[in-house]
Nanobody
Framework: QVQLVESRGGLVQPGGSLRLSCAAS????????RGWYRQAPGEQRELVAS???????TYADSVKGRFTISRDDSKHTVYLQMNSLKPEDTAVYYC???????????WGQGTQVTVSS
């Protein structure tokens, strides 16, 4: 079992920045994918960004050029740097890990990000 603990989100003004972190409780199998989904009220959960164990990244079109995902495996942590935030980025953000060694997917508890003036 892997527990994922996310940093607190918060209220940010449009154009502002915020960095989320997601720490795993233990070492994850060497083959894995980590990332972030988000879910706005009344909307389906959507993939925001992901990063593989060899550092390959993917981004939703809506966040390309504004968000950056990174990982520090020595700290079992993945980060989401969010810049130039827009009101439409408002959502609950969930981190996850696909652990291919265990054949399991784990989720964080979710953290609220609100972009508003």
């Amino acid at each position: 079992q892997v527990q994922l603990v996310e940093s607190r989100g918060g209220l940010v003004q449009p154009g502002g920045s915020l960095r989320l972190s997601c720490a795993a409780s233990r070492t994850i199998s060497s083959i894995n994918v980590r990332g972030w989904y988000r879910q706005a009220p009344g909307e389906q959960r959507e993939l925001v960004a992901s990063i593989t164990s060899i550092g390959a990244t993917t981004y939703a079109d809506s966040v390309k050029g504004r968000f950056t995902i990174s990982r520090d495996d020595s700290k079992h942590t993945v980060y989401l740097q969010m810049n130039s935030l827009k009101p439409e980025d408002t959502a609950v953000y969930y981190c996850y890990v696909d652990d291919y060694g265990l054949g399991s997917t784990y989720w964080g508890q979710g953290t609220q990000v609100t972009v508003s003036s």
